[in-house]
């Protein structure tokens, strides 16, 4: 990794990162763009905010991340979430955002409010999230970390947890990764080497409702920003090599109040038929791709057919060994793909388990206002911008 052109020379920053910002604050704004990357760009404040509420609403070119026109090409960013910045360290923050149109709906690339508004309708459910991201380091050649050039490594056998030279690749991004989350207060409850050569995956939660998205969607730009030092690029890719090699999922860990108590395998059962009825339904969105990985080999079911079963990871749904021993815990849900969206995850889930709830109605006139009002406040808060506001 050292011969990369393309790494981010983090030492030489260092004798930067303790300058005096004078009261200042270097917020970094984050939102999913219209092919579920990460952008972020990065805000003047003049003093440390303490709540959402206080963190100014921002914009962007959304005709350049595929979000919008040209010819209407404003698109808003509104805060959601803030957790400390492990990259520039207190006081400065970093912002989860989500993208609204300037006719006061939701971006039709932001999955977040609708599923912000499952969870609260059954926010009583109490549902917790637990969600194992796998991914795939690549060089700046699009060539796997740790495979021989123009070649392939040995089968798969030796590398999945493995320890040592010539199993595991890349173990320095990893570690850097994690230490990051755990900086930033992302519920991260740990990593390890995959079955692949060059794949990882951590683990995120448990987290109760919309939380479960941001974390793994900040989890995921932090990814991307360690790798940045290091030359590396992140794919998320459900079967980044084909051939006979495992692809990279998103494994989902669901659980009710009632599933986690005594004789809670009841809900479970429950929960796994209404899964069953909604399986096509739950395809749509459980990422691109998917039918590459999903062939019913290499640790996957058939992408066409539903099953479930204790301790089969060969399945749609797996229900832990130790679950079907005590009768309650959680189930996994093993179809979604490592680069399906978590809030659509979460929302089809909650929608499915718990039922649908009406479509939200807009005031368009009000938010248009609103919208107009704050742009004109950007405008004028030269001291809160880093120069232009639509840059």
Known sequence: MADSKTISYAENLKKYVDLDQKGHVMAEYIWIDGTSGVRSKTKTLKGSP??????????????????????????????????????????????????????????????????????????????WFGLEQEYTLFDQYDQVYGWPRGGFPGPQGPYYCGVGTGK????????????????????????????????????????????????????RFLLHRVAEEFGAKISFHPKPIPGDWNGA????????????????????????????????????????????????IHETASMDSFTYGVANRGASIRIP?????????????????????????TGVMIETIYGGIEPEKFDSKKQVEKFEQQAKEIEQSIGTTNGESSS
């Open 50 to 127: 303490k709540t959402l509420e206080e963190l100014p609403e921002w914009n962007f070119d959304g005709s350049s991340t595929g979000q919008a026109a040209s010819d209407n090409s404003d698109v808003y960013l509104r805060p959601v979430a803030m957790y400390p910045d492990p990259f520039r360290h207190a006081p400065n923050i970093l912002v989860l955002c989500e993208c609204w149109d300037s006719d006061g709906t939701p971006n039709k690339f932001n999955y977040r409010h609708e599923a912000a508004r499952l969870v609260e309708a059954h926010k009583h459910h109490k549902t």
């Open 249 to 296: 999922g998103l494994h989902s860990n669901v659980s009710s109040e009632n599933m986690r108590k005594p004789g809670g395998m009841k809900y479970i059962e429950e929960a796994i038929k209404r899964l069953e009825k909604r399986h096509k339904q739950h395809m749509e969105v459980y990422g691109t791709d998917n039918a590459m990985r999903m062939t019913g």
């Open 168 to 219: 595991v690749f890349c173990r320095d991004i990893v570690e850097a990764h994690y230490k990051a989350c755990l900086y930033a207060g992302v519920t991260i409850s740990g990593i390890n080497a995959e079955v692949m050569p060059g794949q990882w995956e951590f683990q995120v939660g448990p987290c109760e409702g919309i939380d479960m998205g941001d974390q793994l969607w900040l989890a």
């Open 321 to 345: 060994r130790s679950v079907g021993k005590e009768g309650y815990g959680y189930f996994e849900d093993r179809r979604p793909a490592s680069n399906a969206d978590p809030y659509q995850i």
